[in-house]
């Protein structure tokens, strides 16, 4: 559908985002900074000193329901991909200025999302995305369009997933059960779980090419290692 209603304001101006509560914020390959919350999409550009707001105050985003932004997440196609929190993801086009859903549908668990909130997107090296949900991991082969179960041995079919990372071709799933990798290169793969964080609730990870894997919990930051097995708190709780 058409984004309609767009509106852009300068920065000074107290209180320009659509909403005050932003709960998911990230920056793209071209440097706009997009901000999600409870009805708020809004994207910041800083050379421009300039905020567009996408789909307005008034409630109605994400399929014309009343939704919180839980995720959003920048393609290198340029795309925008925003999860919300009763199900579905909104693609959205800067370029072009319009969006297309991918929608949640009942009664299908193996070929369309959930009912429930979209967490975590991340790119794998075929090109697929990886969705995590609060009701199992999911993955679209053809820029959502369509969705698929991502199944792996070890890993529940309705396992909550809040966190996803992709290191060359680990992909690192993240969860109140703690930490696990699947080897995407291997067919039949099985998600392998960290045992030295097994238990942590995690709520964010962060990686890089053969570097340390980033991993944030309820109960601090760890660092893992995974050359080595080895994991570590650089700021300990006192």
């Known amino acids: ?37 409870p009805s708020l999409f ?19 985003l994400l399929g014309g329901k009343h939704a ?15 999860g919300s929190d009763n199900g579905g993801i909104d693609i959205v086009s800067a370029e072009h200025g319009h969006s297309r859903r991918l929608a949640p549908e009942d009664g299908r668990p193996d070929t369309a ?10 790119d794998a090296p075929d090109g697929s995305v990886y969705i995590g949900t609060a009701k199992g991991l999911y993955r679209t082969r053809d820029g ?12 529940p079919p309705t396992a909550l997933v809040r966190a996803l990372c992709v290191d060359g071709n680990r992909l690192w799933i993240g969860g109140p059960s703690g930490l696990a990798q699947v080897d995407l ?9 960290v045992t030295s964080l097994r238990g ?3 709520t964010s990870l962060n990686c890089r090419d ?11 930051l760890a660092r893992y290692w995974p050359a080595t097995g080895h994991t570590d708190r650089p700021w300990p709780e006192t």
Do not use: K
């Open 1 to 37: 559908r058409d984004v309609t209603g767009v509106q852009t304001c300068a920065l000074p101006i107290s209180g320009s985002l659509a909403e005050d509560d932003v709960v998911a914020l990230l920056r793209d390959h071209s440097g706009l900074i997009w901000a999600g919350g």
């Open 42 to 60: 809004d994207s910041i550009d800083p050379a421009q000193r300039a905020i567009t707001t996408w789909y307005g105050s008034d409630g109605h």
């Open 68 to 82: 919180q932004v839980t995720s959003v997440f920048a393609r290198p196609d340029g795309s925008v991909w925003l």
């Open 113 to 122: 999302l959930p009912r429930s909130s979209a967490l975590s997107m991340v």
């Open 144 to 155: 959502g369009r369509s969705v698929e179960r991502a199944a792996f041995p070890g890993l």
């Open 185 to 193: 290169s291997v067919q039949g793969a099985a998600a392998q779980s």
């Open 200 to 202: 942590a609730d995690i």
């Open 210 to 220: 053969n570097e340390a894997l980033w991993v944030g919990t309820q109960t601090g």
